[in-house]
Every structure is written in C-alpha cells, then in structure tokens.
C-alpha cells in the first residue's frame, strides 16, 4: 500500500496526532500495515516532503520511535553474518519441524515455512537476494522476506526461539563446516610435503640447532617432521568439533521456555549429539570458538615456522630452496630480485590468526552471564580467522608443490660444522668409554680438526690415537655425513631405514598408492 503522499501540507504551529521528531528537522509518522512502519520526511515551508521509508524492527512492539540512522549502522551485523544464512536456513527448518511435530503449529503452516525457507535459499543463491541492513542481521533478514512470502506463518517460526539460541547454533554449525574445510587443506598440504619427501630420498643436508650446525639430516625427515606437526593440528581440530558439537537450540534468551518443544528432536536433526545441558551456558558459552581459533593459531605458527625455514633457504646466504617462478615475486626497482613472497606472507599472515584468538578472548573477558550484545563481536575474527587459515594452507601447498632444492649447494655445505661429532662420540661409547668422556676427546679432536683446517675424517689414526689408544681403524665407518646417518638407529631417528618405516607409515596414513 502507499502509505502517504509525498507531502503533508502543515498549519503553522501544528502537527498531525502521532507526530515524531528526529535529528535534523526530519519527523516520522507512524502507520500500520503488516506490522509498524515509520516514515522518515523532511521539514519545508510549505510542508513536508517523504525522504524514505523505515520499517519497523521485528522486537518493536512496545517502542513508538525507530533507532536513529547512526545507531542502526553501528548495531546492524548482516554485513559479515550473512555468512551463516544456509546455517540458519537449516536451523530454522529444523525447529520447524518439531514445532509441527510438538503440535505447537499446524502441518499446513510449517510446509508453508519449509517452503518458503527453501525458496529464500535459491535467491540467495542466486544473487537476487536483498540483504537489508536496516533488518540487522542474518536471522531478521530471513524471517521478515519469510513474513514478505508467506505472511501469517511465518510468524508462528520464532515460536519458543530467541535469537540468542538461534546464532549460537547457526556459528555452531558454521564452525563444523568450517573446520571440515580446513582438515581438507592440512590434508593437501600433507600429502605436498610428502610427494616433496618422495622427490628427494636420500639427500642429506645440515640439520640446525640453535641456527648453528648440528647434525646431518635426511631432507626426508625434516620435511616429515612437519607432516606431523599438521597431524596434531588435525587432531586438535577433531576434538574441537567433537566439543563444539551440541545443539543449543530450544535454550532460547537464557532461561528455555514453557512450551513442550523437543530439542532432542532438533538436535538429531541437525546432526548434534545432543542438546546443551544449561540453557544459561547454552547461549553465552563461546569456549568452542575460543578452542577452534586457538587451533589454527597453532596451525598459523606452525606453518609461519615451515615459513621462516623456507624463506631462510631460498636465500644468497643459504641458497638451498628454488622456487620455480610460478611461487614468486620481483621488486619494482631492483630487477634481479626473486623473492619467495607468499612464504613471508604465510609468516606475516600467522600474525593475524593470532590475533583473531586475542580479540575473541579480551571479548570474552569479564563478561557477565548470559546473553550479551558484545557477543555479536565474535563472527568476524571467526570468520577472518578461518579464511585466512585457509589462505596460508592453500598457497603453503602450492609453494610446496613448486619448489627444488638445490643439490650442489647442499652438498658442497655439509663439510662445514662438523656434523659427524656427535656420531664419534657413539663410536667411543661402544668402545666402552663413558659418555661425558667421550664428548670430551671429540671436543678435542674438533678444536685439532681446526687448526689443521680438516675435517674429522682427514685427521690420522696415530693424531686420533694420541687423544686416546682406544681409537682403531672401524672409526672412519662412523665419521662424514653419509657415514653418520647410516649410525642413526633409534626409534624415530633420521636413519635410513627408520625414515623409510616413517614414509611407510605416511604413505598408508595419507592413503598414497605410490
């Protein structure tokens, strides 16, 4: 219906019954239809003139004036939620359906409210959709285009339902969703590092403590070592989504309600394992958004690690990473650069993953039980954090996949350091001599080792037998890097064959044919 003319001639000094004023000379009149509206109009001399209409909120009944246009923009959050609307399409057919069930409303209405829950979401799939922020959120949007639809029974679905309930299980279920997605990329990324495993067998490279030489490693065991990294990240996502995975639903504000709903019945229909105990605990807990951006803030670091490793190598100085020009950038002014950019990005990136989780918990923070609006807060650092996560697994794969290490850089390091040390001191200890003794003639034999400008392989049997007799000829079995990893024996140790029981391992794991 038109609810007025375009103007409304006024008496000087009067104004019609209901008349309200707003900022700026604007005025609003109310009027009914389906439900209260307001009309926002402009002051002229010879009357006024319609600006736009407003229509008034879903919780309105007991206010006589909309929020002001600065209140609105500050409070609406269908911007970002919308992000949720499959979820709380879903979770508004569950509820219902056990309303039906429950015999709270008719058959005819929730087939009424089914279907217009379906048909809302082609449009949004569509594109046609109109997201309005005057609506405020995702769950008004949808509910008030249900009531545009179908009308009368569409307002019968917020029976026994509060926002409140209602957004924590939509984020409930988005997260479940969402850390599936994200177990798919680690997935990837896995099997990246693997198949980057699988090329390199054999080649071994200085392994790092302390960013000092240290002891000789199969790249093969490095690269593994942050496969299982990823495993454990995995597996805090899993118990994540196994503790997040309770229906608040039917808790509605905070207290639940006196009409004989089911939430077992949505719960099982969502595919929860149950509804939360506490209606209370229901609608202000947000441990498990806490627990799941804690997770891939670990996921963040530990690919920032896999970062600064790479971004180390792929330099002048170390110089044993390529990465092909599909994974890298130039400098506008500098024309030789080759830069491993996205790699210092996945770094930089774990910055912001962290500090999704800071602002969830200082939100968290102090906040009373139950409900509270600074909750609305906690779907954009979710959101940011998730995508970002995505993001940084994605292209750590593709990096990954795009990469060559440069062999004769590699091999032409590994003399330097010493890294068979620590292999000599195993020889003396299966010739019988304490331990901290043995550490104590390697030492020696290092610091001889550098004023002759060799390694410990080059030094004779008589200069090893002058720092003790028990040195014999089987010690140059033990002694250069491709000596050294053979000794390598114990469970988990970057041994030829203990590594190749690891790629074993992974193969079946990750499910790798070859």
């Known amino acids: 219906m038109e609810a007025m003319a375009t103007k409304i001639p006024l008496m000087a ?17 109310p009027f009914r ?35 002001t246009d600065i209140v609105e923009k500050f409070s609406e959050s269908v911007s970002y939620d919308k992000k949720l609307y499959k979820q709380d399409i879903n979770g508004s057919k569950a509820h219902a359906s056990m309303l039906v069930q429950q015999g709270l409303i008719t058959a005819e209405d929730g087939d009424a409210i089914l279907n217009g829950l379906a048909e809302i979401g082609r449009s949004i799939e569509s594109g046609k959709f109109i997201w309005r922020a005057d609506r405020e959120d995702v769950h008004m949007n949808i509910e008030a285009a249900l009531t545009d639809l179908i009308g009368e029974p569409a307002k019968k679905l917020h029976t026994a339902r509060s ?9 409930r279920l988005w997260c479940r969703d969402a850390i599936d997605q994200i177990l798919g990329c680690i997935n990837r990324l896995q099997v990246a590092l693997f198949n980057l495993a699988i090329q390199n067998k054999g080649l071994i490279i200085p392994g ?21 990294q990823l495993e454990r990240d995995s597996g805090r996502l899993v118990d994540c989504k196994a503790r997040l995975n309770f229906s608040p639903l039917g808790a509605c504000a905070l207290a639940g309600t006196g009409l004989p709903i ?31 951006l804690s997770a891939n803030s670990i996921i963040a670091i530990h690919l920032s690690r896999l970062g600064e490793e790479w971004v180390l190598w792929a330099s002048e100085e170390f110089g044993f990473l390529i990465p ?17 950019d996205p790699m210092e990005l996945v770094r930089g990136k774990s910055a912001r993953v962290i500090g999704d989780l ?28 998730v995508e970002t996560i995505v993001a940084m697994l994605e292209v750590t794969a593709e990096f990954a996949q795009n990469v060559t290490f440069n062999l004769e850089r590699i091999s032409r390091s590994l003399p330097a ?95 790798l044919s070859t």
Request: with cysteine; aromatic share 10%.
């Open 163 to 171: 926002r409140n309930d209602q957004v924590c299980t939509d984020v």
């Open 208 to 228: 790092y403590t302390h960013l000092q030489r240290a002891q000789p490693l199969l790249l093969q065991h490095l690269l593994l070592a942050y496969v299982e």
């Open 358 to 385: 800071s602002t969830l918990l200082v939100l968290c923070k102090g906040l009373p039980q139950a409900y509270n609006r600074d909750l609305q807060e906690d779907k954009e650092p979710l959101f940011d954090s």
């Open 417 to 511: 350091g010493h890294l068979d040390a620590t292999t000599m001191a195993d020889y003396l200890v299966n010739k019988g001599i304490p331990f901290r003794t043995s550490h104590d003639i390697v030492g020696k034999a290092v610091a001889l080792s550098l004023s002759k400008g060799c390694q410990l392989s080059e030094l004779s049997l008589d200069q090893l037998r002058q720092l003790h007799p028990v040195f014999e000829d089987d010690v140059y079995s033990f002694l250069g890097v491709a000596n050294s990893i053979k000794k390598f024996c114990s469970y988990g140790s970057t041994g030829s064959n203990c590594v190749a029981e690891q790629i074993s391992f992974w193969r079946d794991k990750l499910k």
């Open 324 to 340: 092909s020009d599909a994974v890298s950038t130039g400098s506008s002014i500098m024309p030789q650069k080759k830069n491993p």
């Open 33 to 67: 239809s389906q439900g209260q509206k307001y009309l926002r109009i402009s002051c002229s001399v010879d009357g006024m003139e319609k600006v736009k209409e407003k229509e008034a909120k879903l919780w309105g009944g007991r206010f006589e004036s909309s929020v």
């Open 262 to 292: 089911d939430r077992f019945a949505t719960s099982r229909s969502l595919g929860f394992t149950a509804p939360l105990r506490n209606s209370v605990d229901a609608v202000s807990d947000r441990d498990f958004l806490l627990e799941f």
């Open 13 to 29: 000094g009067t104004f019609p019954k209901g008349l309200r004023f707003f900022p700026k000379d604007t005025v609003s009149v």
